[in-house]
């Protein structure tokens, strides 16, 4: 549970971690440069030269005049080429540049430059990561609903109750799994994996995620899952859609159960994405349990462990 937060943690974050991870890299390469690059590119023999060169010139005086000199010592510059190679421009400029004097403000500008370059980089990606999330898909299994009875519609009064106030006592067999697409743009599932366990014998405090890929269930999973879909079908945004892959003939088989599940699906973005769902079902109603509907949901692909499988044979 704890790599799974932090798996969690890191993918939620992923964008900050990549821009530390780049300043962090230009920060090496710096330090790289200053202890191990310069040294080993820029000594000529091991150690900086020196030379020393004398002037003699005549200086008048009242009776005449007399030779005076000097001496200066300076730093011997590398020489480039030979009467026979002359010598390279290029090669000497880059010299100049690579292994001139190097003072701590000429690298504290050469960071922050590059970092003001990976703050560009990272204001382009947020800004894509930001559209992506307001514009994708969100979708999300419902409990299992039926065919309304006709006599409900008979009246303004019994049309309002169906859509305001709805009971399972209203609704007739088969019943079908619905999807709601809370997002923006259509969403594509590739993947739904469902069963009904009776409430007894559901694993209290563990997420429906869990229950489904970690090999540890997988006894349980054999128990009381159902054939999972490949199925790949479009769910339209603001709409309540009808999933008639997952199907129950009655509703005496589905009380005082847990109906739960994953789904998994991508959006227009290409981008997969998973969410499950556990609702206990009563005489009258479906409710949610656990934590599926507010924090088991996220974005990848699915890992499974060990694939659900029913009657012996992956589902």
Request: net charge positive; glycine share 8%.
């Amino acid at each position: 549970m704890g790599l799974g937060v932090i798996y969690g943690w890191i993918k939620r974050n992923r964008l900050r971690l990549w821009f530390l991870g780049i300043c962090l890299l230009g920060f090496v390469f710096l330090a790289a440069y200053v202890i191990f690059l310069k040294p080993f590119l820029c000594s000529p023999t091991g150690s900086e030269k020196w030379a020393g060169h004398s002037y003699e010139y005549s200086y008048p005086k009242y009776y005449g005049s007399e030779q005076r000199g000097q001496i200066i010592i300076e730093k011997e510059k590398p020489t480039y080429g030979s009467d026979s190679h002359p010598k390279n421009e290029q090669a000497q400029s880059a010299y100049e540049v690579i292994c001139g004097e190097t003072k701590i403000t000429d690298l504290a500008i050469a960071f922050l430059t590059y970092c003001l370059v990976a703050v560009g980089w990272f204001a382009m990606r947020s800004s894509d990561e930001n559209t992506k999330r307001g514009q994708r898909a969100y979708l999300v299994a419902g409990p299992l609903f039926g065919i309304p009875d006709e006599a409900l519609f008979n009246s303004d009064a019994s049309r309002w109750l169906m859509q305001n106030r709805a009971e399972k006592t209203m609704f007739h067999g088969p019943w079908h799994m619905v999807m709601y697409n809370f997002g923006e743009t259509s969403a594509f599932s590739t993947r739904v994996v469902w069963g009904l366990c009776p409430i007894v014998a559901f694993p209290v405090g563990i997420r429906v995620s869990d229950l489904l890929t970690r090999k540890k269930y997988k006894k349980w999973r054999d128990t009381w899952t159902r054939p999972a879909f490949n199925v790949e079908n479009i769910f339209s945004p603001k709409h309540l859609n009808h999933y008639r892959h997952v199907r129950v003939e009655t509703r005496e088989e589905t009380l005082w159960c847990v109906f739960f599940g994953r789904v998994e699906y991508r959006d227009v973005f290409g981008d997969a994405h998973w969410s499950t769902f556990s609702y206990f079902i009563s005489d009258e109603h479906a409710d949610g349990i656990g934590v599926s509907l507010s924090k088991d949901h996220g974005d990848g692909e699915c890992h499974w462990e060990n694939p659900p499988q029913r009657g012996g044979k992956p589902a």
